[in-house]
Structure formats: C-alpha cells, structure tokens
C-alpha cells in the first residue's frame, strides 16, 4: 500500500467511520417488519466501506451516485491487479442483493429474502473492513509502543492466569464432537463443528449454522460421549454482532441424541462475555442441543459435571 498523505487518511477515516455507524444500526434492526431499513443501511456501509479500501489504493480513486455498486465494481480491478486478495463469494452474492437503487427496492422484496442474504452482507461487510486501516501511521506506531508496554504486563500476569486455568472447574464439553443442523454457507468457522468446544472464545462465532428451513429448527449440538450428571452449562454468544437474532433459544438435553428435553430456554439476549448460564442441578445427559427456529452462532459452549 502507498504512503497516504494526512487528508487522504481523513478521508478514509470519514468513510470508514460513517460506514460502521451504518452497519452497527443496521445491525439492531432484525426483525421482519424493519428487515429493508437494515438493507438501506447496509447498502450504504457496503458503498462506504468499499469507497475507503478504494481511497487507500489510490488517491485518485473517487467513487460517486451508487456507492454499493460502482465502488464493488471496481474492487474487481484491484483484485485482478493483486492489490488485494480476490474478492469473496459472499461479496458477489451480496452485490447482487444491494444492486438496487429505487427508494422502495428493499421493501419490495420479502423479508424471508433478505434475512436469507443477510449473512453474505455480514460476510462482506467484515471482509472489507479488513482491507482498510483507518489509522495514521503515527497512531499505528503509538498502538505498537502501547503493545510492548502490554506485553510486559501480560508476562506478569502469565503465572497468575494460569493458575485460575488448573483451578477452573472441568469442563467435560472441550475437545468433544459437535454436529450442526446444517452449516451457513458463509460461516468463517471449523469445518468439523469443533469451534464450538474447542476452548476459544472467538472474535467472531465458533459454530454458526444455517437458517432453518420453514417450519423446521436449527441447531448446534455436543455429544459428550458418555452419559453425565450436569452441574452447570455455560453457552457464549457470538462475539461480532447480532447478538438477539438467534432469539428465543432453547437447550436441550438428551440420553440417546434423538428424543430431547428442554431445559431452558433463552428469551433475553446475552453476550461471549456474559454468557447464558444453566444450572442444571445433575440432570443427565449425554447430549446437550441449542435449537432455535431461526439459526444458531455461538461461540462457545462449556459443560460442567456434578461432583
């Protein structure tokens, strides 16, 4: 990337800015009534987004009238020149979704439709934020100064979290198979299911599966390979965003993996950093499922056995 002068730095700035504040509202928006309002909102950040990896190629680069369309349009030629890596399919699919420019386009669409096409936006919108640096070169060397500084202290508190890790309870689910109703398309996660037990609480989601299909259910499931007494489950929200879609979830317990029982279900939204906590008070099982009628993206799950 080309050294970039301090106004061609606020210019990326102002678009990168405008574009999150965009998608954050739009990000708030998800329920059917108000699903084309997210979309108008979305084409913008799109636009805005792709506008600002464009400035940051080349300071000539000036994308006017239909923002989503024309600046994606040119992304194509930085691809092809391998200025940046090749562009996502998810971004294709999202292209054709934004395409439109009428002031009613979205709300002609149904919502089913759109909330379908939702995760591609989501994909594209992530995708090209990572094509942008928004920051001044001076910021990037204070935030290093800043990291090195951090080091320290994390060697200092190395001993310290370790000895909260042998100390924290087992947790029975980590390592163990997982299975999914079926996978979104688009999904950024471990092909095997294995995101959702695998100890990590991911910037994005461990385990994201696909929307359920009409009538039907989707859902994320743990087989424990063996029949326990439950102390405790500990289910961790994706961490990017869209926290209530999934919303009202229901986990369920199950002996044998196909007849289940709910144990609880979850109305009210929660986070990776505040998870959804179940006291199960030794109920048994072997499998433990998290269903919705919409989809499922967690980022993790944690089991605790009864002592």
């Not at 942008?132 to 190395?158: D, K, N, Q, Y």
């Not at 696909?210 to 259910?217: M, Y």
């Not at 229901?250 to 044998?256: G, H, I, R, T, V």
């Amino acid at each position: 990337m080309q050294a970039l002068t301090p106004e061609q730095h606020a210019k990326i700035r102002k678009y990168y800015d405008a574009a999150l504040r965009r998608a954050n509202v739009a990000n708030d928006l998800s329920d059917d009534r108000n699903v084309a309002v997210a979309f108008v909102l979305y084409r913008e950040a799109v636009g805005l987004l792709a506008t600002a990896v464009l400035a940051s190629r080349s300071a000539a680069t000036e994308v006017e009238g239909q923002p989503a369309i024309r600046a994606l349009d040119a992304l194509g030629e930085l691809a092809a020149a391998g200025e940046i890596p090749p562009l996502p399919i998810a971004l294709e699919t999202a292209k054709t979704v934004l395409a439109t420019g009428e002031p009613l386009g979205f709300d002609r669409v149904p919502a089913e439709d759109l909330l379908a096409k939702r995760a591609a936006v989501e994909t594209t919108i992530g995708w090209l934020r990572e094509r942008v640096e928004p920051r001044t070169l001076r910021e990037i060397r204070a935030a290093r100064i800043l990291r090195i500084i951090g080091v320290t202290v994390v060697a200092l508190m190395a001993l310290a979290l370790l000895v909260v890790r042998l100390t924290r309870p087992v947790n029975i689910a980590l390592g163990k198979p997982g299975s999914i109703s079926e996978k979104h398309p688009f999904a950024i996660c471990p092909a095997d299911n294995s995101g959702g037990t695998n100890g990590d609480i991911e910037a994005t989601y461990g385990i994201h599966s696909n929307t359920a299909p009409p009538g039907g259910i989707a859902w994320v499931m743990i087989d424990l390979l063996a029949s326990y007494k439950i102390d405790k489950v500990k289910i961790y929200n994706r961490a990017d965003g869209w926290f209530d879609d999934g919303l009202p979830l229901s986990l369920e317990f199950s002996e044998d993996g196909v007849a289940f029982t709910e144990v609880n279900r979850r109305t009210e939204g929660f986070t990776s950093r505040s998870p959804w906590i179940f006291e199960a008070k030794a109920a048994k099982t072997r499998y433990v499922r998290v269903r919705s009628a919409k989809y499922v993206a967690l980022t993790e799950i944690e089991v605790t056995p009864a002592k």
